[in-house]
């Protein structure tokens, strides 16, 4: 039966094309989890070689003897006690030596 404004379809068509949709959509949704299983999988790989990497270069940042010569900068433009007294016994061992 067919009427002006819109072709008739039976109700048992309509049920298969339903049918045949949501197949369609959990096949697609079946791929996309392999894939984005792969894809995760793959993430996870890549952020455990950056932390194994970070880890590194902190590690080598720490140790480096520029790391270290850097640190007693550091110190020695906070005016460390250390330094102080580098100074103080520099200018007592320079007024020693001229008498």
Same mark, same amino acid.
């Given at each position: 039966m067919q009427t002006v404004y819109e072709t008739y379809r039976p109700a048992h %068509? +309509? /049920?298969? %094309?339903y049918y045949w949709y949501c197949d369609h959509r959990s096949l697609i949704e079946?791929?996309?989890k &392999? %894939? *984005?299983d792969t894809y995760k999988k793959h993430c996870d790989k890549l952020y455990? &070689?950056? &932390?194994?990497a970070h880890a590194?270069?902190?590690h /080598? =940042?720490?140790?480096s003897k520029s790391a270290r010569v =850097?640190?007693? /900068? *550091?110190e020695i433009q906070k005016g460390s006690k250390d330094f102080e007294e580098a100074i103080d016994s520099t200018a007592l061992l320079?007024? +020693?030596r001229k008498t």
């Open positions: %068509e +309509i /049920l298969m %094309e079946d791929e996309w &392999e %894939e *984005d455990e &070689e950056y &932390e194994k590194q270069e902190k /080598l =940042a720490e140790t =850097a640190k007693r /900068l *550091d320079k007024k +020693i």
